[in-house]
């Protein structure tokens, strides 16, 4: 990457024989940086209230350059106290996955609140002229997920295949309220991902494949976290990650994106336009690099000012701030975690520097004060703070003075949370219409999963990696075990994890239930060559459906699974097959569907096609598809499926 502060000057002073000389400025793009800003369809650029354009330059003009500095910082709550907030006029906090209040997962509403009031009263009491309310970003981004007790929704791969915007912008507004209940003013959420290869391990995180469906889902859910900005029951949204996460090569997370500048545009971009025509207030940087036509390397985006400040800041006139992701400046070429002039030059405003806090603002100081930083960048960055924080009322009245606050009643979202779970689960299979199953069957249960919380929620659940937790930390909630008991009576359900209680005649339908270890991030992904087959990962799981499968009882498998995998083979031993990725903490609203209970059906379609190979290349090419994406039975349907042809799982994709 140039040093472009020194391009740029080097570029306007030249020496000639009567010596120094003014030369025209350099231009502000290169023609490469052009080209790829040109790809990019312009947005208008949005009306401004003058009011608070007006408080904002008074604001800025009476701020110290630490004042400003550290404004522009967002350590984690683990690293700072809120005396330190007050002392270096911290303008965000954040917490990680599993970043609790004192450390202590069963943290209640009133704790995380006890906590943020802290906070609030601590940036409160700075000198500053004019003080200026910190604002705290959770990951609520199924739910307020990290809360113990707060209902869970299904990961956004399940929303993806309800294709309902209403019930995404519901279940924003019903997550927000959770989140301004511990006294937060800011989720991380919605991802933007278009995720072309499923071995990516945050595939869970996208709503779809498909552009379309990612921008209205999107969009809806900020509208939804976000409702009018200034009400007790808003929190700001965040855009992430800005941009081409889901289209890493092999899925590698923080990886390389090879697209065309026009692909990055217009699939991998395409989120932004609705997001930002919702009005979204933050936008997240994300960590992988761009090779544009997989040729011309453009380095890490946290470092590419042609698309944060010139598609994103200049094209698409988005005026709110841009926050780095978790330690994400490291990568940028010659930076440090905690030091990285490149990353404020290319236009990132806030920076998430969880533990390295002190040090990025001392290191940073320097830069402005050498000239590394203008700082002109530096008042844009404060000032687009500022604007977010002013468009939110924060000035006016601290997120904590919220009448929501501390309420743990508003983490109950059970109701909705259910209607997700019964909206986003796909029927693959349903041959000899063993479901709907009426109540009064005899039914065995098999399977781990069937009474897991952490197998129905998946990752960024209590924990970052939704591990290291068990059903005593939900105590909201109901397994499919729990729904299949209630819906068929206790009387009538099995409970077999390792199915060592079947009997041939003895049940008028077994349900197995297959699911993934929890994961997040890097943890979860499939690195080539490993095939990409659940039976491949489970297969234990494969064997435990084996046992059961042909014996003459009908065999319904449900499958919790982050992505979609490989899975013919597990399809072909079952009788009706239902992909019900992550539903979340109300996982037991599947019993109700599978029941057929008040006339419900199967309404759920893919988001994504579903791949009839293990070794997936990327993309979704129609011969590498078992079924496409907008696919799923439904009771009414009728459709025989049958023995479909099974592909090798190699330990080793070519
Ligand atoms: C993580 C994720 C990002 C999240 C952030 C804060 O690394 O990439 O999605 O919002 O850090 O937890």
Known sequence: MHNRPALIAAALLTVSGS???????????TAAEAQTIAAWKPRPAPRRDTRIEARIRQIVSGMTLEQKIGQMTQPSILSITPDQVRQYYIGSVLNGGGGWPGGNKHAGAADWAALAKAYDAASLSTDMKVKVPVVWGIDAVHGNNNVYGATTFPQNIGLGATHDPDLVERI???????????????????????????????????????????????????????????????????????????????????????????????????????????????????????????????????????????????????????????????????CERDHCPAAINAGVDLFMVPDDWKTFIAKTLADVREGRVPMARIDDAVSRILRVKLRMGLLDRPTTAGKLTGDAAQLDARALAQEAVRKSAVMLKNDGAVLPLAPGKRVLVIGAGADSFPAQSGGWSLTWQGEET???????????????????????????????????????????????????????????????????????????????????????????????????DLINRSDSFVAAFLPGS???????????????????????????????????????????????????????????AEAPIVPACP
Request: charge should be neutral; include cysteine.
């Open 172 to 334: 924003g507004r019903a997550t927000a309220r959770q989140v301004r209940a511990t006294g937060i003013g800011w989720a991380f959420a919605p991802t933007l991902a278009v995720v072309q290869n499923q071995r990516w391990g945050r595939s869970y995180e996208s709503y779809s494949s498909d552009p379309a469906t990612v921008t209205a889902l999107g969009s809806a859910l900020v509208r939804g976290l976000q409702g009018k900005l200034t009400g007790d029951g808003d929190v700001l949204a965040s855009a992430k990650h800005f941009v081409g996460d889901g289209g890493t090569w092999r899925g590698i997370d923080q990886g390389e994106n090879r697209s065309s500048a026009v692909t990055l545009a217009t699939l991998h971009g395409a989120g932004y336009y609705g997001a930002l025509d919702a009005g979204v207030q933050t936008v997240m940087v994300s960590y992988n690099s761009w090779a544009k036509d997989g040729a011309e390397p453009q380095g890490k985006m946290h470092g590419n000012r042609a698309l944060v400040t010139g598609v994103l800041k200049d094209r698409l006139h988005f005026d709110g701030l841009v926050v780095s992701d978790w330690n994400a400046i490291e990568q940028v070429a010659g």
């Open 586 to 644: 109300e996982a037991g609203a599947l019993a109700d569907l599978f029941a057929g209970r008040q006339g419900l059906d199967f309404h759920g379609r893919l988001p994504f096609a579903w791949p009839n190979t293990a070794c997936p290349t990327g993309g979704e090419p129609a011969n590498e598809r078992l079924f496409q994406r907008g696919f799923g039975l439904s009771f009414a349907g009728r459709v025989a499926t049958g023995r479909l």
């Open 470 to 568: 068990d059903n005593l930390d939900y105590p909201l909630g109901e397994t499919l075990l729990g729904g299949l008991k209630r819906v068929y009576g206790a009387d009538h359900v099995t409970w077999s994890a390792d199915g060592s209680l079947f009997a041939p005649g003895k049940f008028d339908a077994v349900i197995a239930v297959l699911g993934e270890r929890p994961y997040a991030e890097m943890k979860g992904d499939v690195r080539w060559p490993a095939p990409l087959a659940h039976s491949a990962l489970y297969p234990d799981q494969a064997a435990l459906l084996g046992r059961v499968a042909g014996q003459g009882t009908p065999v319904v498998t449900v499958l919790y699974s982050g992505r979609v995998t490989y899975a013919t």
């Open 19 to 29: 010596g120094l000389v003014a030369r025209a400025p350099a231009p502000r793009w």
